[in-house]
């Protein structure tokens, strides 16, 4: 039980490293539309370090960043609901 609870752990934090690095790589971004709102909620990102908070900014980056299409949107949409999925 320790082991596998010092696996999740693990996994947590590297999720919340991972979410800081998207948010980095989402300040890079044009702002188009709506995504303007997106980049700020990223901004503020980059400042989280609580799984909790990391939960709770994902939907409002993810929300306001509707309007962003192409192959890289995909891809942070992607890795974000990834992220998501590993802090629930």
């Given at each position: ?11 947590i ?58 192959e ?17």
């Amino acid at each position: 039980m320790a082991r596998q609870f010092k696996h999740d752990c693990e996994k947590i934090r590297e999720a919340v490293m991972d979410f800081n690095d998207v948010c980095c790589d989402i300040l890079s971004q044009k702002p188009v539309g709506l995504m303007s709102y997106a980049i700020a909620y990223a901004e503020a990102g980059t400042r989280i370090s609580d799984p909790i908070e990391v939960r709770m900014q994902i939907p409002y980056i993810l929300s306001n960043a509707v309007g962003w299409k192409g192959e890289e949107a995909r891809s942070f949409k992607t890795e974000l609901k990834r992220i998501l999925e590993v802090v629930k």
